[in-house]
C-alpha cells in the first residue's frame, strides 16, 4: 500500500457540502462527459480540493472513489495531501503500482503511465478495467482538424475536433491500441482547472500530430 504525507485531519480542506447532491452532480458531468466524447464540460462544485492537481480531477475522483476502489497517484501528486485528502473522504485504498489501480490520478508535467500497463479489464468483465485522470494544461473545442485530434465513434454525430496540450506525444498511437482492445480497455478523463472531457475506450483519435508534450 502506497503511503501519503502526514498531516493533521483539521488541515485537510472539506469535500461537498452535500455529499449526496455534490457526487450526483459530479456524477451526471462524467456521464455527459464519457457520452459525448471530447466535448468539454464544465464542471462545478463547492469542495475545498488540494492545492495541488487540477481542481476539476479532485472533485471528478471525490465523486467517483469509494473504499473499494483503489487508486495510484503521479509522483507530484504522491508527495502532496491530494492522497490524504481523497482516503480521508472517501476510504479508497492508495496502491503503488499503475497496474493495481481501478483509477488513476496524472499530474500536469508528470508522466502519464503507458495505457498497456493499466488494467484493460477482460472479455467476460470489460467493466473491470483503470479510468485514468489525466491533468492537461490546454483542452479545448476547435473549429476543424487542422491542429486537433479528430474524434469518431458512438456518441459523437459526425466528428468532434479537440485541441490538447500536455500529452505523451505518443498518446495517440496508444489510444489506437487501447481501442483496438475494445471491449477491453482503459477510459480516459482529460481535466482542466473547470472543465473535463471523456475518452471512453471506444472513441476513435485522428490526427495524432496535434498531440503536444
Not at 58 to 65: D, F, R, S
Not at 119 to 138: H, L, M
Not at 155 to 178: E, K, S, Y
Amino acid at each position: 500500500m502506497s503511503t501519503t504525507p502526514t498531516t493533521s485531519l483539521s488541515a485537510l480542506g472539506a469535500g461537498f457540502s452535500n455529499e449526496a447532491l455534490g457526487s450526483q452532480a459530479v456524477f451526471r458531468a462524467v456521464l455527459k462527459a464519457l457520452s459525448q466524447p471530447g466535448d468539454p464540460v464544465a464542471l462545478e462544485h463547492d469542495a475545498e480540493v488540494p492545492a495541488t492537481g487540477h481542481a476539476a480531477s479532485a472533485a471528478v475522483l471525490l465523486a467517483l472513489l469509494d473504499s473499494e476502489c483503489t487508486l495510484w497517484l503521479s509522483p507530484t501528486l504522491a508527495a502532496s495531501q491530494a492522497g490524504t485528502w481523497l482516503r480521508f473522504h472517501t476510504g479508497c485504498v492508495l496502491v503503488d503500482a499503475p497496474g493495481q489501480a481501478r483509477f488513476a490520478w496524472v499530474a500536469a508535467g508528470d508522466a502519464m503511465p503507458p495505457l498497456a500497463s493499466l488494467q484493460r479489464g477482460s472479455d467476460e468483465y470489460p467493466d473491470q478495467s483503470a479510468t485514468c485522470v489525466v491533468d492537461v494544461a490546454v483542452m479545448a473545442p476547435a473549429a476543424d482538424g487542422a491542429d486537433a485530434w479528430r474524434l469518431t465513434g458512438p456518441g459523437i454525430r459526425t466528428a468532434q475536433h479537440l485541441h490538447v496540450v500536455g500529452l505523451p506525444g505518443d498518446f495517440a498511437a496508444q489510444w489506437a491500441d487501447n481501442h483496438g482492445a475494445f471491449p477491453r480497455g482503459v477510459d480516459v478523463v482529460l481535466a482542466t482547472a473547470t472543465h473535463i472531457a471523456g475518452l471512453p475506450r471506444t472513441t476513435r483519435i485522428e490526427s495524432p500530430s496535434t498531440v503536444e508534450a
